[in-house]
C-alpha cells in the first residue's frame, strides 16, 4: 500500500479532487489531502464538479498538515502553494503548480478538475510501474 498526501493552500479544491482521482484510480494506495492554511469546507464547485462525474465529494472535510496521520508518505505532492507549504516528510516530493481554480468560471474548473485527474492517473501509472 503506497500513502500518498495532495497538499494546496486551502484545502478546498486541488488537493481534494486529486485525493478523490487517486481514490478513483489508484489500486493498492491511500489518499490524504490537507491545506496549509485550511479553509474549512470544500468548495461547492468542487463538489459540483465531482459529483458531474459521480464521486460525492461532500463526504470530505478541508483539514490542516497537522492534521495528517503520523504515516509514512510515499508521495507528498503540492498543488501549487508554494513557500506557504510546511514541511511534510515523504520518500518523493512533487510539485504540480496547478492553478487555484477557486474564483474561476465553470468551464475553467471543469478544466482543472480534469488537468488533476490527468496527473492522478500518470502517478498511479508510475507507482504501478515502480512496484
Not at 35 to 40: I, Q
Not at 47 to 68: F, N, P
Not at 87 to 109: G, H, L, Q, S
Request: net charge neutral; with cysteine.
Amino acid at each position: 500500500m503506497k500513502n500518498i498526501v495532495f497538499i494546496c493552500v486551502e484545502n478546498s479544491n486541488r488537493s481534494q479532487m486529486a485525493q478523490a482521482f487517486a481514490i478513483i484510480h489508484g489500486k493498492d494506495i491511500k489518499a490524504f489531502s490537507a491545506g496549509s492554511k485550511p479553509s474549512g469546507i470544500v468548495n461547492p464547485k468542487a463538489i459540483k464538479a465531482m459529483k458531474e462525474i459521480g464521486y460525492d465529494l461532500a463526504q470530505h472535510k478541508s483539514t490542516s498538515t497537522d492534521e495528517l496521520p503520523s504515516v509514512k508518505f510515499d508521495y507528498l505532492v503540492t498543488m501549487g502553494c508554494g513557500d506557504a507549504c510546511p514541511f511534510v516528510p515523504a520518500k518523493n516530493r512533487i510539485d504540480w503548480n496547478i492553478p487555484d481554480p477557486r474564483n474561476m468560471n465553470e468551464t475553467e474548473f471543469t478544466e482543472i478538475r480534469d488537468l488533476i485527474e490527468k496527473q492522478v492517473i500518470e502517478l498511479v501509472e508510475k507507482i504501478n510501474i515502480e512496484k
